[in-house]
């Protein structure tokens, strides 16, 4: 069993910071790409940052500059700087990660269970 657990979501005002963490527990074999996704009400599931095993990272169009991705790969957490948040940052972020479980070959997806960022005055 593989879990991953976001937290550091909340109220905060427009041009605040929050930083959030994921942590990957369970039978972890290997972790290769992390990131994090958001999803505003009624809108899609969109990627926000993605890292890779070896730290290059890639950011949607709307946060470069703003967020940063980085990961510790000793503790298997990924984690989302937000700066200079808006109020179109609002949104439920889901923590993805790459994994292939111990004893296994095949990698999969997984999803943590969101947590919820509010950018408000």
């Known amino acids: 069993q593989v879990q991953l657990v976001e937290s550091g979501g909340e109220l905060v005002q427009p041009g605040g910071s929050l930083r959030l963490s994921c942590e990957a527990s369970?039978?972890?074999?290997?972790?290769?790409?992390m990131g994090w996704y958001r999803q505003a009400p009624e809108k899609s599931r969109e990627l926000v940052a993605s890292?890779?095993?070896?730290?290059?990272?890639n950011y949607a169009n709307s946060v470069a500059g703003r967020f940063t991705i980085s990961r510790d790969n000793a503790k298997n957490t990924v984690y989302l700087q937000m700066n200079s948040l808006k109020p179109e940052d609002t949104a439920v972020y889901y923590c993805?990660?790459?994994?292939?479980?111990?004893?296994?070959?095949?990698?999969?997806?997984?999803w943590g269970q969101g947590t919820q960022v509010t950018v408000s005055s």
């Open positions: 369970g039978s972890i074999g290997t972790i290769y790409s």
């Open positions: 993805n990660a790459e994994i292939i479980r111990e004893y296994s070959d095949f990698i999969r997806n997984y």
């Open positions: 890292i890779s095993m070896s730290g290059s990272a």
